[in-house]
């Protein structure tokens, strides 16, 4: 079940596109003004996010331009107003996957939908190395640094971080860990993974208590933002 963020502040629009959108099979989680969608965005595992340009607080442009500054690569369609031409384009320079005018036909609302979570990037696989933030991935030597300095992490830390890195921005469930990360044979449970997690969260994020990196995807597993 793909997890969507609706940012608007129309509240006759946000029952609709909910309704709508949770009866054709999404999870939708609703934010009523930019600072808000932010915060929630960056902070949490989206599978997409719709975004209104006309916001309270902060508006919806504002607000993708600090998402991608921030790393996150989230698909993002921008709900805009009609004759708001000079916001759809600098939307889409700003990194916007797609847009729609409102007001809209909920049809082509939907296929905009389908296809951006079709044609979803997956990350590639690492092959000497990787950064996010301070910390550096060499691969091939199995080493870690976080602003240049060493990094200790397990061989089960290290595993998980891989298998994380290999599959950014998808949401990975604790049994597909277990089963891709420990192996078929072992037989940890899945509080195993979380306990790993947290471990690894200690040491890579700089706020282990509010992850920017590896988040968590309540009731379903773990996501990679990094």
Do not use: C
């Not at 929630?40 to 442009?61: S, T, W, Y």
Request: charged share 30%.
């Amino acid at each position: 079940m793909k997890r969507l963020l609706l940012v608007e502040d129309e509240p006759g629009l946000v029952l609709t596109l909910r309704d709508r959108l949770t009866r054709e099979g999404y999870t939708v989680d609703t934010s009523a003004d930019g600072e808000s969608g932010l915060e929630r965005a960056a902070g949490e595992a989206f599978d997409l996010v719709l975004l209104d340009v006309m916001l309270p607080r902060i508006n919806g442009l504002d607000v993708l331009r600090e998402l991608r500054k921030r790393g996150i690569e989230t698909p993002v369609i921008m709900l805009t107003a009609k004759g708001q031409v000079a916001d759809k384009v600098v939307g889409l320079k700003l990194g916007a996957d797609d847009y729609v005018t409102k007001p809209f036909e909920m049809m082509e609302l939907l296929a905009r939908i389908e296809a951006k979570l079709r044609r979803a990037p997956i990350a590639p696989h690492p092959v000497d190395g990787y950064q996010f933030g301070d910390v550096r991935i060499d691969f091939r030597r199995a080493e870690v640094t976080r602003a240049g300095e060493p990094l200790e992490l397990s061989a089960r830390e290290f595993q998980l971080l891989k298998y994380f890195i290999e599959h950014r921005g998808a949401t990975l469930t604790r049994e597909e860990l277990l089963n891709e990360v420990w192996g078929y044979n072992s037989m940890p449970s899945t509080r195993t993974v979380d306990v790993h997690v947290a471990w690894l969260r200690q040491k890579i994020e700089p706020n282990s208590r509010h992850p920017q990196y590896v988040l968590t995807v309540h009731g379903m597993g773990y996501k990679f933002a990094g």
